[in-house]
């Protein structure tokens, strides 16, 4: 019994051991406070990670809660004491108000132990144009096969800036509708002409992204969907 007793801790010594790589990196700050900052350039904070472990600490990987937040970590290897300094970017542009969001560094052998740093702070909105397309279906009516169909689609500034609108593209078809540049003042609507052509009878269904300087357009597009009937 003795012995079965001693073996029994030995497993549990064994087991301990296996698990040592779990909380060897020691972050100098597990939340960080950006404070109040106007919208527009990027604000930067520094945090650093020591190994405060007896065998060499390795940092997998390092990924954010959001597009808004980016990182730079100067070393992934550290030997036992020592440290690696970490830049967080949040980039406030077209991201205004309230903010928390997380920092996730994985570390470990296999890459799966998991420190979470939180960032917090507030971004004052400068004016900026808003984009808005509604409603977001636009019915197109009847269309006619095998001929240009002239077709316009409205999008109204909802934001408190003007707003430069640059592109429609189709997303289904791969091609660009238009592109230019058109000015639309805040609080005000303005029409896109475009031309159809090459369709086939049946029903029509496009996603097009209207691309802008807009708050709400962040270099992807603001979503809207043409539908019509071919014949």
């Not at 945090?47 to 070393?75: G, P, Y």
């Not at 592109?179 to 159809?196: F, M, R």
Request: aromatic fraction near 6%.
């Amino acid at each position: 019994m003795k012995h079965r007793i001693i073996a029994l801790a030995f497993a549990l010594v064994v087991c301990l051991a296996g698990t040592a790589s779990a909380g060897q990196l020691r972050i100098s700050d597990l939340k960080v406070e950006f404070g109040n900052m106007q919208e527009g350039p990027d604000a930067q904070k520094t945090v650093t990670l020591t190994n405060a472990s007896s065998t060499e600490a390795v940092v997998a990987n390092v990924s954010t809660s959001c597009a808004c937040t980016s990182t730079k970590l100067d070393k992934t290897r550290l030997a036992p004491g020592e440290t690696a300094t970490m830049v967080i970017t949040y980039h406030t542009f077209k991201y205004p108000g309230k903010f928390d969001k997380t920092v996730h560094v994985f570390s470990g052998d296999n890459g799966k132990t998991e420190d979470v740093i939180h960032i917090v702070g507030y971004v004052d909105p400068i004016p900026m144009g808003v984009m808005e397309v509604n409603p977001r279906k636009v019915e197109l009516g009847t269309l006619t096969a095998a001929k240009p169909n002239k077709v316009s689609l409205t999008v109204t500034n909802a934001g408190d800036a003007p707003m430069k609108v640059t592109a429609l593209k189709s997303q289904k078809f791969k091609k660009t509708y238009w592109e230019g540049k058109l000015t639309v003042p805040a609080g005000q609507s303005a029409d896109i002409a475009v031309t159809l052509e090459g369709l086939k009878p049946g029903r029509f269904l496009d996603m097009v992204l209207v691309y802008s300087d807009a708050r709400n357009d962040i270099g992807k597009g603001y979503k809207a969907v043409l539908i019509g009937a071919v014949k």
